[in-house]
């Protein structure tokens, strides 16, 4: 299947992201008897070393508003975030029977639970959870740590799908990951740039749809996609140019992102499905390629709420990553009962307004499916900067 730069094509990746019943992955399973998919929740997991194995890694990011909750809310108590429940959800009512197994990381404590309530329901699914360090440290040792926890998690997977991930395997697998991070930070640069020929809406469903086709097929279209698109011309909107945060797991339904550039903003930097950018570098791929999985993740990683880097203090990486796109102002864009975005929106709030940027709170379910209040709220801020 080849892609071409229509609305009818970001439709179709659209199609595939809302479509519970996860065709493309039935689709791969068929065409692959045997072959296994393993699910992981965000925000990063190892999708290489999955790979690697022979099976085809899904990323988990709930339902949406396309399905009523019936039975999480009996596990979860009231105030925990919509992905959450939404995926045992999915998990409860079989939309998740073509999954063999899920990873599940540190997160945060919602996720952690939602790891160990599944197990309790499922018992004979493969369910785990990997422990990422959070102290990059030297002398800590962290990345053989990690290193070490991908090779328990690879012999998991490994019995599971039959097939052996040697080292040339897994580079592989790290070569074909690095091209699809190259290939959406060429997007990502080229949207800012020029924003008037890729909306975010679009770029959104274009990168997200790779978390439910085979890494190969996404590899293919992003090129497809970047080749249409460094020809295409179109006409400058009235619009300032704003970085999104706060979306790095539970992500905000596509009609909302409209919204917000319906509303006047060139969304110019975000952090939407943060984990197929996970990596600032390519991993190499010489030497052995757990340990250089381990030490990408531990020295060449993004910043996110959902780990401690010394290193790189979040609020600081935010007023760079504003001041490297040439951004006006910030929209904090935070699911509700998120306590990692939540907390850290303190931090990012003090040093926005010291640094004299502009920006604007707002909060959002995954399920919601109105957003006339969110509307109003976007339109007032923009209007404000341009007539400041």
Request: hydrophobic share 40%.
């Amino acid at each position: 299947m080849t892609l071409a730069m229509t609305d009818s094509t970001f439709e179709r990746c659209a199609e595939i992201i809302g479509d519970l019943s996860f065709p493309e992955v039935r689709r791969w399973k068929k065409e692959h008897p045997g072959g296994k998919a393993i699910a992981h929740f965000p925000v990063y997991a190892p999708v290489e070393l999955i790979h690697a194995c022979g099976a085809f890694p899904v990323s988990l990011n709930g339902a949406g508003d396309r399905l009523d909750i019936q039975h999480a809310d009996a596990r979860f108590g009231s105030f925990i975030c919509s992905i959450v429940k939404t995926t045992l959800e999915m998990g409860m009512t079989n939309h998740l029977d073509v999954m063999d197994g899920i990873l599940f990381s540190t997160i945060c404590d919602s996720a952690r639970n939602l790891c160990y309530v599944m197990k309790r329901n499922y018992p004979n699914m493969y369910l785990d959870f990997m422990h990422l360090p959070h102290n990059p440290a030297p002398g800590s040792g962290v990345a053989q740590f990690l290193a070490e926890e991908y090779t328990r998690v690879k012999k998991e997977i490994e019995a599971m799908t039959g097939k052996t991930a040697t080292d040339d395997e897994l580079r592989k697998s790290i070569a074909l990951y690095n091209k699809n991070r190259s290939l959406i930070r060429d997007l990502y640069s080229l949207r800012s740039e020029k924003p008037e020929v890729l909306r975010t809406s679009e770029l959104y469903v274009l990168m997200r749809v790779g978390n439910f086709i085979p890494v190969e097929t996404h590899n293919q279209w992003l090129t497809e996609a970047l080749e249409e698109l460094r020809g295409k011309t179109g006409k400058p909107r009235d619009s300032i140019r704003v970085v999104v945060e706060g979306s790095f797991c539970e992500q905000p339904p596509l009609d909302l992102i409209k919204i917000i550039e319906d509303a006047g903003c060139y969304v110019v930097d975000d952090d939407f499905i943060l984990g197929r950018r996970w990596f600032t570098e390519d991993v190499p791929v010489d030497g052995n390629p757990l340990l250089a999985l381990a030490d990408s993740y531990v020295n060449r990683s993004v910043y996110s709420s959902v780990r401690h880097d010394y290193r790189k203090p979040r609020h600081k990486e935010l007023v760079k990553k504003v001041r490297s796109r040439n951004a006006r102002a910030v929209i904090m864009l935070i699911a509700k009962f998120c306590e990692p975005a939540l907390f850290d929106y303190v931090l990012f709030k003090r040093e926005l307004e010291a640094q004299h940027i502009p920006h604007l709170l707002l909060e959002f379910e995954e399920k919601a499916f109105t957003f006339e209040r969110l509307r109003t709220e976007v339109e007032t801020f923009v209007e404000s900067l341009l007539f400041e």
